[in-house]
């Protein structure tokens, strides 16, 4: 139903980006040091958000519609699921697709979720045959995200140490 859609709240948005996003890692198994490199890419997302929003004007890219506050919300909720279960989510057509028509808010939603992905996949170092098929499939579909925005928000993620 198109209508429930249009009514998914950012915390619902925030939570299917980030599952995505695990999901394109967890394509080839999670490992113990991945898993905790991934729950310190979800708990950048809550502290960046101010250099994302620069990032998307510097950009050009809307995102007045997007409540950033509310990633800490989704991101609480993912870490009290047990994150290997994002082994079970297959990146294929139909889960891209159905991901795609959620996220029809625009280039936010498809540059954060692609830049999550790729903070993930570059997380452990080493990028398998799974996962870089998952990741080129999930960026064919969330095709308004930008190499140069995801590129930059992955270095974001991935550079911004914290201790946990």
């Not at 991934?38 to 997007?66: A, E, F, M, P």
């Not at 994002?86 to 991901?99: A, G, M, V």
């Not at 990028?127 to 930059?152: I, R």
């Amino acid at each position: 139903s198109l209508k429930m859609i249009k009514n998914m709240s950012n915390i619902q948005l925030f939570k299917k980006i980030s599952e995505a996003a695990i999901a394109v890692a967890a394509s080839d198994g999670l490992h113990y040091d991945e898993i905790d490199s991934i729950r310190k890419i979800l708990l950048n997302v809550t502290r960046i958000t101010d250099d994302l929003k620069s990032q998307y004007d510097s950009y050009g890219i809307d995102h007045n519609n997007i409540d950033f506050s509310e990633f800490a919300v989704a991101y609480e909720s993912i870490l009290n699921t047990d994150i290997k279960s994002f082994e079970l989510i297959e990146i294929n057509d139909e889960y891209c697709k159905d991901l795609a028509n959620l996220l029809n808010e625009g280039p936010v939603l498809h540059n954060l979720c692609v830049g999550m992905a790729l903070a993930g996949l570059n997380a452990d170092g080493n990028v398998s045959d799974s996962e870089t098929e998952a990741f080129q499939l999930l960026c064919s579909y969330l095709n308004q995200a930008d190499e140069a925005v995801v590129g930059n928000i992955c270095n974001l993620l991935l550079n911004n140490d914290i201790i946990l």
